[in-house]
Every structure is written in C-alpha cells, then in structure tokens.
C-alpha cells in the first residue's frame, strides 16, 4: 500500500512538472517575448530533468496490464514545432553525438525538434494521468524519459547554455580592451 501511495506521490508531481513544462513551451514558441526565451527554456529544462532524475532514480514502473492503454489521437505538434523553428532560426540546429557512450559517430539536432518531443512525451503520459491511469503514467513518462526525452532535454540544455554562453561571454575585442581599461583606471 505504501509503495501505490509513494508511486502517486510521484504521479502527482510529475504530472505538475509535466503541465508546467509544457504549458510554458507553448507560450515561449507563441513568440511574445522571444528575448526570455533562452532563460527561461534553460530553467525549465533544468527543473524537468530533476523530475526525470527522480523517474530514473526508482524502480521500474509497470503496469498491471503489460500493455499500454490506447491515449487516444495526439495533438498536431507541427505548428509548435514551427513557431519554435521560427524562433530559433539561425542557431536552432546542433551537432552532437549518437551515443556518447558506445559510439563517435556524430549526429544533427534541433532545439525545436527536442523540445517538441518532450513536449509530445510528456502530454501522453498527462493523458494517462488525468484519465486515473497512474501507474500507466508513470510507466510511459519513466520509460520514454529513459529512452528519449531525459537525452533530448540533456541535449537542449547544453546548446542552450552554450548559446547563452556566446550571448553573453562572446565580446569584441575592441569592447573587450575598453572593458579592461575602464576596470583597472577607475
């Protein structure tokens, strides 16, 4: 009993996180304040990784059922896709690795595609959830942030600093030299 209790405990917080994540997503590629956009996807990103820190960190979830529940039609995520495209242009596509671990082979990304997926993976399992499905829940938001969307927000989440990074580090040198003589001749 305990154990059903603690996995809606955690049902109930990754369902939260899941709104939260993607509601805002949704917001951030309406495009109204594009000059947050960055910010506040490195900061949402890093609180969705601590809640898929905490689906990896249990034991397996899995249904009673051993087969996943038809959800029902899933939204068109295109558009979102888009607008993200749109509001990325010029630095939405990366380059990264296929699996760090086994492989060098490199591999092509986009901020626009890894945060649509996220957000596809994380709607499905609020499906399951708000239909009671809990466990089923669970299940898929744990497995697909195992296979795919704790990689691809890991993923975003280092190009977005990265990006963040060059915004913010990335300086002339003749603004660079002004800087430096202004700090040492008060």
């Known amino acids: 009993m305990s154990e059903i209790s603690d996995l809606g405990g955690l049902a109930a917080e990754t369902a939260r996180d899941a709104e939260t994540f993607t509601t805002a997503v949704r917001e951030?590629?309406?495009g109204g304040?594009?000059?947050?956009?960055?910010p506040l996807l490195l900061l949402l990103l890093s609180q969705l990784q601590m809640s898929g820190a905490r689906l990896?960190?249990?034991q397996d979830v899995v249904p009673a059922e051993r087969f996943e529940s038809d959800p029902g039609a899933e939204a068109d995520?295109?558009?979102?896709?888009q607008n993200l495209a749109n509001l990325f242009e010029g630095i939405d596509d990366y380059t990264d690795l296929v699996d760090p671990v086994t492989s060098v082979e490199p591999a092509r990304g986009a901020v626009s595609d890894d945060l649509t997926d996220i957000v596809q993976a994380l709607?499905?399992?609020l499906v399951h959830y708000r239909a009671?499905?809990?466990v089923e829940a669970l299940w898929w938001w744990q497995f697909s942030y195992l296979s795919e969307w704790g990689v691809r927000a890991a993923s975003c989440l280092r190009v977005l600093l990265t990006i963040l990074r060059h915004l913010r580090l990335d300086v002339d040198d003749d603004a660079a030299a002004?800087?430096?003589f202004d700090a040492l001749h008060p």
């Not at 304040?33 to 960055?38: D, F, K, L, Q, R």
């Not at 995520?77 to 896709?81: A, E, F, G, S, V």
């Open 28 to 30: 951030i590629a309406a």
């Open 33 to 38: 304040a594009p000059e947050t956009a960055i």
């Open 56 to 58: 990896g960190a249990v």
């Open 77 to 81: 995520l295109d558009p979102l896709r």
């Open 123 to 125: 709607e499905h399992g």
């Open 132 to 134: 009671g499905r809990t």
């Open 178 to 180: 002004e800087a430096e």
